[in-house]
């Protein structure tokens, strides 16, 4: 499964599509994960994100790790199999709260 | 008394049942599981002569052999939960005819077999080979329940629910099989263990000699009958002059005798007793000490003496001929772990992943069913410190979790170090992607790290991989690495003991 790690991901994201994706940032493990992650590797993220295009919320959660959405394989493929758009700027409904 | 013998046999055979339920992962909290272990005096008294040490509740089995100076074999016939289960299977296999009993409950001269056994063993100990626990009975039935008996009620249970976890043992047939011969030859003779075979209940015998109290028999009231011989399961010969270093003091031939000729006396004062010839009593004196010639205690003694040398033989048990010698953290150094180690199974029972198996050929022959990891069963969980909590004398050491992560001096507890078998694994032999090992290692920082590297692909393109690489100073040799690689048959990163920390220094890594 590791081996072609990004298509499995694409690919098991073609089974269901989700009514609603929730992503928890209020914890962020930025190194040494997913085993070996200690508590000097978290750093407070304090975001969640909601929406009903899991391929955007992926996107906008990689930017919270530091990394390019771009840069995520998996990511490209989903968008390529129509499962969403990594652009979430773009979607109709995008809006953002601090509470 | 005979059914007051009854009710201790069944409450200890239970206490043992429920110790031994209480130790798993999630049951055990701080219960003193190690008791029975402890009560025997032949551990304690081994354990001693390998190490001059008395671990943690050792001191429990002197305590148990000052009682049978005083009161004789009790231990065997009221408390020993494995004597209590070959008294059972003697119960059932137990033939009608009277004569047929007491042929076969007639002493025989084998019966000292056990008292030649005891001294070899126990001067082996005081060599600092101990291998007493791998006969103590104690010992033995820990290691059976530990090994057999528990997976075996896992597996029915899995058979039922679908849901317990499985546990596996190597060698599990081996112990199943000296448990099973152990159980079988009581149809033969009743309680044939504890008549020719047990060192314990030698040990306890020799130490009968002192007793102040034990079964005799009134020559004046005694018809001969025989019924005492043919409900006598310790053929400790109630019938002529008694065998206190054989009787268990079960109370049998007491209930069954007719004339009440056979009852339990306080014997202070054998020499008096001995002439105490008057019309109304006539008191049979008993033998209080086994008939054994010089010669084969002699014998014993070069047995003892044979062990030593036989079982070191190879000259690499206490050196690092071992690779597969990879012991749970906490192990004391070889030769110290091994003149402690009872080889009792309790560390395999308690460990959460099923990693600690039974040495069988991984420790040599002195090391032989003394735990070692084994990646193919689990990995050592990285907060887990149980198998030292359970351990009875100290083998392995009662760490702390911050002592094993190397909290706060940053130098863990290693039990060994991984390595990477560059011809199986994917990104270095197969040119794919992998990096399971890097995401599972569970230390922090990783002791996994990978290299990016620049290589031509077989039909001429060119890939970047992601290569990985064993940080020696971090590695601390849990063996999840080597669990959970995909190569699942013969993983492509392995531990070995090298730089385990026990060993201390001297080492390249």
């Known amino acids: 499964m590791h081996q072609a790690i990004h298509e499995v991901i694409a690919d098991l994201a073609t089974f269901i599509t989700p009514t609603l994706v929730i992503m928890d940032g209020t914890r962020l493990l930025l190194s040494n994960g ?39 394989e998996f990511i490209h493929l989903a968008a390529q199999l129509k499962l969403g758009s990594p652009d979430w700027r773009a979607l109709p409904h995008f809006k953002e709260v601090t509470v | 008394m005979k059914r007051l013998r009854i009710y201790y046999q069944v409450f200890f055979l239970a206490l043992f049942g429920v110790l031994m339920w209480l130790s798993a992962q999630g049951r055990l909290r701080g219960y003193p599981v190690t008791w029975f272990l402890d009560s025997s005096p032949l551990n304690a008294l081994g354990a001693l002569l390998a190490s001059w040490n008395v671990a943690h509740w050792m001191w429990i089995g002197f305590v148990m052999l000052a009682l049978t100076a005083v009161l004789g074999r009790v231990f065997c016939g009221w408390v020993c939960p494995l004597g209590t289960l070959l008294h059972g299977v003697s119960w059932l296999a137990e033939p009608r005819s009277a004569k047929e009993r007491i042929t076969r409950n007639r002493w025989l001269s084998a019966q000292n077999f056990k008292f030649v056994l005891t001294l070899a063993l126990l001067t082996a100990a005081a060599f600092g080979v101990l291998q007493a626990g791998l006969c103590d009975p104690l010992a033995l039935l820990t290691r059976s329940t530990a090994v057999v008996l528990a997976p075996m009620l896992g597996e029915a249970q899995h058979l039922i629910t679908r849901t317990a976890p499985e546990r596996a043992f190597q060698g599990a047939a081996l112990i199943a099989s000296v448990f099973c011969a152990v159980l ?7 309680r044939f263990w504890c008549r020719y075979v047990c060192p314990l209940g030698a040990l306890l015998g020799a130490a009968s000699r002192w007793v102040l109290g034990a079964i005799t028999r009134d020559l004046q009231r005694c018809t001969n009958c025989g019924v005492c011989e043919s409900v006598c399961p310790a053929a400790s010969s109630p019938s002529s002059t008694i065998k206190t270093h054989e009787c268990f003091v079960c109370w049998n031939c007491v209930a069954r005798c007719p004339e009440a000729a056979l009852q339990w006396r306080w014997i202070f004062n054998r020499q008096k007793m001995s002439f105490a010839n008057d019309e109304k009593c006539r008191l049979n004196p008993p033998a209080t000490r086994p008939d054994l010639s010089r010669r084969s205690l002699l014998g014993a003694l070069a047995a003892g003496v044979a062990i030593v040398a036989g079982l070191r033989l190879a000259g690499t048990t206490r050196r690092r001929g071992f690779p597969l010698r990879i012991r749970p953290p906490g192990a004391l150094p070889e030769a110290d772990f091994l003149e402690r180690c009872l080889k009792c199974g309790l560390c395999m029972k308690v460990c959460p992943t099923n990693v600690l198996q039974p040495a069988l050929t991984e420790a040599g022959a002195e090391g032989f069913m003394t735990p070692v990891m084994n990646m193919t069963y689990g990995y050592c969980e990285l907060n887990c410190t149980l198998c030292g909590q359970v351990c009875p004398t100290g083998a392995i050491q009662r760490i702390t979790i911050a002592q094993k992560l190397g909290h706060p001096d940053g130098r863990p507890i290693k039990t060994g170090t991984a390595f990477f078998d560059r011809g199986r694994c994917l990104p270095w032999a197969m040119q794919r992607n992998c990096l399971v090992c890097q995401e599972i290692c569970p230390v922090s920082p990783k002791a996994i790290y990978t290299v990016d590297e620049a290589v031509l692909l077989n039909d001429g393109t060119r890939a970047v991989l992601r290569r990985p690489h064993v940080d020696p100073a971090r590695c601390i040799g849990c ?10 048959d013969k993983p492509a990163i392995r531990v070995s003991a090298a730089g385990e920390t026990r060993a201390g220094s001297s080492f390249y890594l």
Do not use: F, H, K, Y
């Open chain 1, 34 to 72: 997913p085993t070996g992650g200690s508590a000097a590797d978290v750093a407070p993220g304090n975001v969640v994100a909601a929406g009903t295009d899991q391929v955007a919320v992926d996107a906008l959660a990689c930017t919270w790790l530091n990394v390019r959405p771009g840069d995520v």
């Open chain 2, 184 to 190: 079988a030859l009581n149809v033969w003779r009743p």
């Open chain 2, 479 to 488: 063996g999840l690495c080597q669990r959970e690689c995909p190569l699942e």
